[in-house]
């Protein structure tokens, strides 16, 4: 009997060959995802606090926190380490349009106790934060109110060395999400949700679909943001 028709050693062949993929496989994709450095940050929508016919708001005389006021802004932004790595010295610099001005900000953060320090320095129209720790899923809760804005616009730069910032708005990551589920299946994914069912090699296909879907949402996020 040839060797390739003798069940016990094609079972053992077929499982070193099996094996051998997969710690190939595992290798790649640790090295693919280790050691993330990633922050992300979401801009929620912004909401005016005042709101008036034309007809009587030039006959209105507004203040808010004893500035006169045309126009009150509130701006909500959450700011967390999205990977898996420790974070130093983050910024998150906020820029408002040119006639706006910041009257008050608060700061909340997750977790509540322990979190590293948070310098702030605040200009008229800006406000820039340096988050001395980000540890992987801590996050930064910020409030801030502006008056005399032209307009809602809200810009905020996270560059860090050696650190992936992303950064988009609520409504912009719910269609992304959306969109990737509701877009067709590509062969690819098809091919491995198939492997995926196979005994013993359903383990190396499944961090694969991971991946890809991973790589869809981002992509379809930086489109939409």
């Known amino acids: ?6 069940p016990t050693i094609a079972g053992i062949i077929g499982a070193v060959v099996g094996s051998v993929i997969t710690a190939g496989v595992s290798m790649w994709i640790a090295k693919k995802t280790s050691q993330v450095r990633r922050v992300d940050c979401i801009i929620n929508d912004a909401s005016s606090l005042l709101s008036f ?3 009587i708001r030039t006959e209105l005389e507004i203040k808010y926190s004893g500035e006169q006021a045309s126009s009150v802004f509130l701006f909500n932004l959450e700011v967390f380490n999205s990977g898996n790595q420790a974070i130093i010295n983050q910024p ?4 408002l ?5 910041i009257i ?30 980000l540890n992987p899923g801590d996050r930064v809760y910020l409030e801030l109110i502006s008056v005399n804005n032209v307009s809602d616009e809200i810009h905020v730069y996270m560059k860090n060395a050696n650190v992936l910032d992303r950064l988009y708005t609520r409504q912009a990551a719910e269609i992304a999400i959306l969109g990737t589920l509701s877009k067709a299946m590509d062969p690819t ?8 069912s196979v005994p013993f090699f359903g383990g190396v296909a499944e961090p694969f679909m991971m991946i890809m879907l991973t790589e869809r949402f981002e992509k379809a996020l930086r489109q939409r943001k």
């Open 189 to 196: 994914l098809m091919l491995l949700a198939i492997i995926r």
């Open 53 to 55: 016919s034309d007809t």
């Open 1 to 6: 009997m040839n060797w390739y028709n003798n």
């Open 92 to 95: 998150c610099l906020i820029r």
């Open 97 to 101: 349009d040119d006639q706006a001005k």
């Open 104 to 133: 008050g900000y608060r700061i909340k953060t997750q977790p509540a106790v322990g979190f590293g320090e948070i310098s702030k320095l605040q200009s008229q129209n800006s406000l820039d934060l340096s988050i001395q720790l």
